[in-house]
């Protein structure tokens, strides 16, 4: 019979995701990682300039033991060392996440552990509690991934409130389509910020700051719109277009803002501490200019490695630890779900 768990002080967690292209697992104990092994369909999918569903999910197949199995072995764990399992349900893409949660379903059952549901924006968020070990909510975080964006409250392990929000694309969706327009291949964020270097921030792109709103806003669909009519007029006039200057010009109007509205929420809530998250937050214009502006205000930044900004299991795995020390744990029956709210 399924049930009837034990909980341990430092649980050894295997967290497993498989929402979009990357296929991953990893086991913490603890707030400790101990390996993490992503597997990523990315340079597959590149071919056709995007995510291929069916490629992803064919992928995940193919790998999703693997992982888990090399993730175990990387940690020098065997399959009874573990004391929990978490996945991500959602968001994403429903055929490629149901493979890592029957798997992660199987293993829980054959084990008899808990299973632990896990959105993904949330294990994003937890990154950093891999990052400081002693990191206690309330704290600030900015959140800037490929279908979010947004400056929390982060109030407690389980609550959050949205200070504000971008009202309609994400900053990492703004940084595909400028390198769609750049004729750069996918994956775009990397791509841009590696031609941004090269290049003067110098044209007057409009800021995906929404001014004059009574709550805190952003909108990349005006700074998109703008990169693009700003390509086409230099083509028109049989110009050469400085794609470098276009690229770092494009990078500081998509991140200041979100940069400046992250402290100034934290100096205005008085809390000490700031948190990010998400694939942007691997860029590093962006990690340089929060680390700066966070020095000069007095707070205390937790910036998780660029490799756990971006998909990983390990942030999966630390999520998941939160919802064991709340014994919020998954049914067998539990099913994936494309679309779930933000927090
Ligand atoms: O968090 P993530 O890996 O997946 C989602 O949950 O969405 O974020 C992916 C997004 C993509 O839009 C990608 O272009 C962007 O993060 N990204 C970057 C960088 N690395 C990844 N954007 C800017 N600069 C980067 N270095
Ligand atoms: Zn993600």
Known sequence: MYGNF?????????????????????????????????????????????????????AHTD????AAAKALADAGLEYRNIDAVAVTYGAG???????????AKALAYSLNVPLLAVNHIRGHLAAAYLTDGQLRPPYVTLLASGGHTAVLHTKSYTQFEVLGATSDDAAGEAFDKVARVLGLPYPGGPNVQRLAERGRAEIAFPSALVKNSAKMQFSYSGLKTSVINYCHNISQKGAQLNAADVAASFQRAAIDPLVKKTVES?????????????????????????????????????LPEKIYCTDNAAMIAAEGLVQYEQRNFAGLDLNAAAHIPLV
């Open 6 to 58: 034990k909980l341990k002080e430092n649980p050894v967690i295997l967290g497993i995701e498989s929402s979009c292209d990357e296929t991953a697992a990893a086991v913490i104990r603890g707030r400790t990682l101990l390996s993490s092994v992503i597997f990523s369909s990315a340079p597959e999918q590149a071919k056709y300039g995007g995510v291929v569903p069916e490629i992803a999910s064919r």
């Open 63 to 66: 790998f999703v033991d693997e």
């Open 93 to 103: 893409l429903l055929g490629a996440l149901l493979v890592g949660l029957s798997f």
């Open 266 to 302: 934290a100096v205005k809530l008085g809390v000490d501490t700031v948190t990010a998250g998400g694939g942007v937050v691997a860029n590093a214009y962006l990690r340089s200019s929060l680390t700066d502006e966070c020095r000069r205000a007095g707070l205390r930044l937790v």
